[in-house]
């Protein structure tokens, strides 16, 4: 009896152009270049309809998200433009191809590895193939256009020469639960999305299409070569989130979180991304928190602000504040994810040609990643958590959407139909990530949203910290974090302890709902707020960490810190934080009178509680100090004799505010000491 | 004497003085056991092994040096006597490995802890002076140099070149006030520490 070969199993075939993609050692990547007709395309798979039943993999969500407020604004409307007879038969309109990878599916769900190569040869043809998934085939040419391939035939690879122009593929697409393939598209998927949208509303428009599309594979992500090679083989969905991340780079379609998200290039995208997956994972926190980490904002100036009243953060804080406190220390980097217990992985002995860079925040081998990803996991991702769900500001805004939420949970259940209808298409939206409908069928939807919403921000606004709710805050936060790391790392503790302490530090500083960081406090005016409005500055970031650690320069609260490490300490340990509490409470103070001065050199003109006499006499001096100015850049005058009366008279005019601002500070942080305005620390360039 | 490292870098004096680099190699965060306690152990077998590995690497780096010179035989005119050009490279033993390989895995985490105090007991692989920076500048300088510096010589070049990171050094200084800021002085001063002292990686 014949037996059925894999080849009779393959259900989909194509014929196009091959090709080879790589540079120097780089991983390579194959294709077709060939077309389908617009019947075709519903064998074209859209990375959102790869989702596994169960356990939603965050990998998985952040690929499927479409951007159909884009479809409908631009794309629709360039294949679809509501014009005149005249103006459409001028209209030229061309997409480039689509980019579709062929994803190893089983059970629905996407596999990580191709079957091994196997190859074969009849007669004129080459065969080679990965059995149950794809197969390709070449004519054998010795002519001068011939291309050489290399495929694994009887326990060797062999080399061929073969025809280029006329390969074909065959495909066993998948269904059911049996190994196969799906044609993913990783470029052009809003434009796969508009055209099947449009095929279901009006055939006729592209009935006799026929759409490029460029087939890709990553035929060495296979089990056998990961098995042989020195070098971590990366896998299929790793090959495919690069060159989804490379091609979708430089346009609009994926940008903001999605490009910090799909990256692999540096320690931060890789702490993103575990961290959405493991609070998506985490059974106490699930769907509901990651709800609260806003990580699917579309353009970069929207992504690194919270753009929802429900937000905790979002992934373009956390990852620009990663960046900024950690990006330029390795040695930190190295005490928070542990590398040194890594270290013989990270930097084998056995030298194999390979090389293996000393790991830093972008640079890192493919093989350095895989453990890089497993310590942050362990090592950084538990705190991380803890931070925006253990601290009791941050736990309280999530327990009013969990509460709210779950009202909209009980509609669904048990309001009546209409009310559950509604309150699903909200719950949705929020936890699914499916946006309600545009048409006007879904306004009371959106209109119940909008409620949710404005609820949720009420409640914060008068149960909650406001100031939780800044990124400049949030990103003080890391800084202060890490500060309080280095101090770790000095005294080998940790990084769970020491996030024990600042989650201690931070319940004393943001106590009283955060008022020592309200806007009406006399030292958070120039310093942080210009009237009620946050300056987003670098500068204020670092004065918001000063302010924070300020807290340690009360003894009760250094003590507090410490315990919480859970290590012990001495008397001359308690002492020097308490002062290096003081020293950031002296950096606040000295940040303020600088900003002080600057807004009084400003605006003192116009400031009417000075009298008219004083205010000529700072405008005189003011232009005095001008003029000589002026005459140092002509060469006319050394910068030594410059007049410095007008800096005396800021100075004079500012101190009182200065005193003002450090006693009210004294006060609210418990200090027995005064504080007094100067600069302490130098950056590790010493500047 | 008070040391330094990266974590605590800023608090190096603003002044001139003299200098050395010391090697610390082995601390309980450098063999992977961040924390004091409850340690498993498999994390301290991976820790021993890593101690080993690093111990191995520091001997070996203080016996890179390598000699190279000539031999004349004795008590012959130069056109009849024997001549012999040598090179000798510095190797290691393993006498001293059989010691902490014998140590139990109870005893990894103590044996790291002592062993990071007694850095300094070692002798010093760089010894410097500055005079017209202060002790930070010249530290800051040094770690510029092995962390972005080019192929040109300096004492950063030459750590990254055998394979040591920044955070293996330790700094030690002492402060010279304006009275004794005498440049014949320090440099005499320098002189006679590099000579007793042979640090590997001065060179002049």
């Known amino acids: ?687 | 004497m008070i040391t330094y490292s990266v974590d605590n870098m800023s608090l190096i004096p603003k002044n001139q003085g003299i200098y050395a680099f010391y090697i610390n190699m082995i601390s309980p965060a450098k063999i992977g056991l961040i924390g004091n306690e409850g340690f498993s152990n498999d994390e301290l077998l991976n820790a021993k092994k890593l101690l080993i590995r690093r111990f191995k690497k520091y001997l070996a780096f203080i016996r890179s040096d390598k000699l190279v010179g000539n031999l004349v035989e004795e008590g012959k005119a130069e056109h009849v006597s024997r001549k012999y050009s040598i090179i000798a490279n510095g190797y290691t033993s393993s006498g001293s490995l059989e010691k902490m390989m014998a140590l139990s895995l109870d005893e990894i985490y103590k044996y790291a802890k002592i062993s990071e105090l007694l850095s300094i007991f070692a002798q010093p692989i760089y010894v410097g002076i500055t005079t017209n920076q202060t002790l930070f500048d010249r530290y800051i300088q040094h770690k510029n140099d092995f962390e972005y510096g080019t192929d040109k010589p300096s004492f950063g070049l030459r750590m990254r070149k055998n394979g040591l990171d920044w955070d293996d050094l330790l700094f030690s200084c002492v402060e010279l006030g304006t009275d004794t800021h005498n440049k014949n002085i320090i440099s005499a001063l320098e002189k006679q520490l590099q000579s007793v002292s042979m640090p590997l990686l001065s060179v002049r």
């Open chain 1, 1 to 687: 009896m014949k037996k059925i070969s894999q080849t009779e199993a393959y259900n989909f075939y194509k014929s196009g152009s091959f090709g080879r993609f790589y540079s120097g050692d780089s991983f390579p990547i194959e294709y077709i270049q060939t077309s389908f007709t617009s019947d075709e395309l519903n064998d074209l798979t859209l990375a959102r309809d790869i989702r596994p039943p169960d356990n939603i993999d965050f990998d998985l969500l952040i690929q499927r998200d479409i951007d159909e407020v884009r479809v409908k604004r631009e794309i629709e409307p360039y294949l679809n433009p509501k014009k005149s007879l005249a103006e459409l038969k001028a209209k030229v309109i061309f997409f480039p191809p689509l980019l579709a990878a062929v994803i190893p599916i089983q059970d629905k769900k996407m596999q990580y590895y191709y079957p091994n190569e196997v190859g074969s040869q009849d007669g004129e043809f080459v065969y080679r193939e990965w059995p149950g998934l794809y197969k390709l085939k070449y004519f054998k040419d010795g002519g001068v256009n011939s291309y050489p391939i290399e495929t694994y035939l009887e326990e060797e690879y062999v080399n061929f020469n073969v025809e280029i122009e006329q390969v074909e593929i065959s495909l066993r697409l998948v269904k059911g639960s049996q190994l196969g393939a799906k044609l993913v598209i990783i470029d052009g998927q809003h434009r796969l999305f508009t055209l099947l949208t449009l095929l279901d509303k009006d055939t006729s428009i592209i009935e006799n299409l026929v759409v490029p599309v460029c087939i890709l594979m990553s035929p060495n992500s296979t089990q056998n070569r990961k098995a042989n090679y020195p070098v971590e083989i990366p896998t299929v969905p790793e090959v495919f989130r690069h060159l989804f991340v490379d091609v979708n780079k430089t346009v609009e379609l994926v940008g903001g979180h999605f490009n910090i998200l799909l990256s692999d290039n540096n320690v931060s995208s890789l702490i993103c991304r575990h961290l959405c997956d493991s609070v998506l994972k985490d059974s106490t926190l699930g769907p509901k928190a990651l709800a609260v980490i806003e990580w699917n904002t579309k353009t970069a100036k929207e992504s690194t602000t919270i753009q929802r009243h429900y937000s905790l953060t979002s992934i373009g804080i956390i990852d620009q504040a990663l960046t900024e406190s950690f990006g330029d220390n390795k040695y930190l980097v190295k005490y928070i994810l542990n590398l040194a217990a890594r270290e013989t992985d990270l930097y084998p002995d056995e030298d194999n040609d390979i090389e293996h860079p000393t790991v830093t925040w972008t640079t890192f081998s493919t093989t350095q990643k895989k453990i890089l990803d497993e310590q942050i996991i362990s090592f950084l991702i538990p705190p991380l958590k803890r931070i925006f769900f253990e601290t009791a500001e941050f736990n309280k805004a999530f327990c009013i959407f969990e509460e709210e939420i779950e009202k909209l949970l009980n509609i669904v259940k048990c309001g009546d139909a209409d009310d559950s209808i509604e309150a699903k298409g909200v719950v949705n939206q929020i936890l699914e990530y499916i946006p309600i409908g545009s048409s006007s069928s879904h306004d009371k939807e959106r209109i119940r949203y909008r409620k949710f919403e404005l609820n949720i921000k009420e409640r914060r606004e008068a149960e909650v910290a406001t100031i939780i709710s800044y990124s400049i805050f949030q990103r003080s936060m890391f800084l202060s974090w890490s500060e309080l790391l280095k101090y770790g790392r000095q005294i080998n503790i940790s990084v769970d302890s020491v996030t024990n302490g600042f989650i201690k530090l931070l319940n004393i500083a943001l106590k009283h709902k955060g008022s020592i960081f309200n806007f009406d406090k006399p030292y958070m005016q120039h310093s942080v707020f210009d009237s009620t409005k946050i300056k987003p500055k670098s500068e204020t970031k670092k004065a918001l960490s000063s302010l924070t650690l300020a807290f340690l320069g009360a003894p009760e609260a250094a003590k507090l810190f410490l315990e919480a490490l859970g290590n012990g300490f001495s008397g001359a340990e308690l002492s020097e934080l308490v002062e290096f509490g003081q020293n950031k409470a002296s950096e606040f103070i000295r940040h303020y009178e600088k900003e002080r001065k600057k807004t009084f050199r400003g605006s003192y003109k116009v400031d009417f509680s000075i009298d008219k006499d004083d205010r000529e006499e700072l405008m005189k001096a003011e232009e005095k100090q001008k003029l000589h100015l002026r005459e140092v850049r002509e060469g006319c005058r050394n910068k030594a004799d410059v007049d410095n009366e007008f800096d005396n008279l800021v100075e004079k005019y500012a101190k009182n505010d200065v005193e003002l601002a450090s006693k009210a500070l004294k006060e609210l942080l418990n200090y027995n000491t005064d504080i007094i305005s100067y600069d302490v620390e130098l950056d590790d360039n010493g500047e």
